[in-house]
């Protein structure tokens, strides 16, 4: 059990007991074998690259559950009506938060949106594959904002995402240059937020989102679409 930190590159991290036995639950499960660096520490989350045990590598999402703002979340939650029985109580609510994360990815997923493949949510941790290359995550558009890129191709891409997406009936809500990982091609991350098109604010969520993307492809002086919003809005109603 001890050596399940390889080379110490986690070493340091503190999980409180019940993520450790989260981690050591999908180890015993064949879903992971080792954690290897962390990608990411979050407010609210740490991304952490890991390996299965044919060494493919794996993004875990783990919800640091004392830090999370569980009020809002349950709020949030509970607005949502896949999930409008969660208790408000702490542990339920992240869980559940996480939950909610790879459902919508699933429906990503079986919507062929590009996006990473949901592989595993236990307790507070989402097992997902991992977009980059030997545990260096891919950059998101925003870090690349600078580059030389095929920005517009990149945008007729998202925008069919988006299309899918909406299609499937689920609205990201989150959707901006930050939460787009760029390998050879887009891939949307971060459905924490996404909600069904039966949520009272989903339109105004789409907007948020077409907004978001329209404006930072303006900036790279991609000709977007103006009616995005409007020819979305059709699909849900
Ligand atoms: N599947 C993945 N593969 C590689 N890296 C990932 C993956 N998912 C997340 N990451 C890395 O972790 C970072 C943060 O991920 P994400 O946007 O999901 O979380 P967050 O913004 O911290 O969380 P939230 O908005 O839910 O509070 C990403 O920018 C990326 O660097
Ligand atoms: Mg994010």
Known sequence: MEDFLSEGKIEGKVYDKRTLMAIFKLMKRGIIKTLESTVKEGKESVVVAAKNKDGEWLALKIYRVEHCDFKSMW??????????????????????????EFKNMQIALEAGVSAPRPIAVY????????????????????????EELDWKGIYEQIKEEIFKLTKAGIIHSDLSAFNILYYDKAYIID??????????????????????????????NVEVDENLFEKLRGLIE
């Open 75 to 100: 709020k949030y939650l509970i607005s949502d009506y896949r999930f409008e029985r969660v208790r408000n109580d702490r542990w339920h609510v992240v869980t559940n938060w996480a939950r909610r």
């Open 123 to 146: 307790e507070n941790i989402l097992a997902m594959s991992f977009i980059g290359e030997n545990g260096v995550p891919a950059p998101t558009l925003a870090q690349l904002e600078k």
């Open 191 to 220: 459905f924490s937020q996404g909600v069904t098109n039966r949520h009272p604010l989903a339109v105004s969520f789409l907007e948020r989102d077409v907004k978001n993307i329209n404006e930072f492809f303006k900036k790279k």
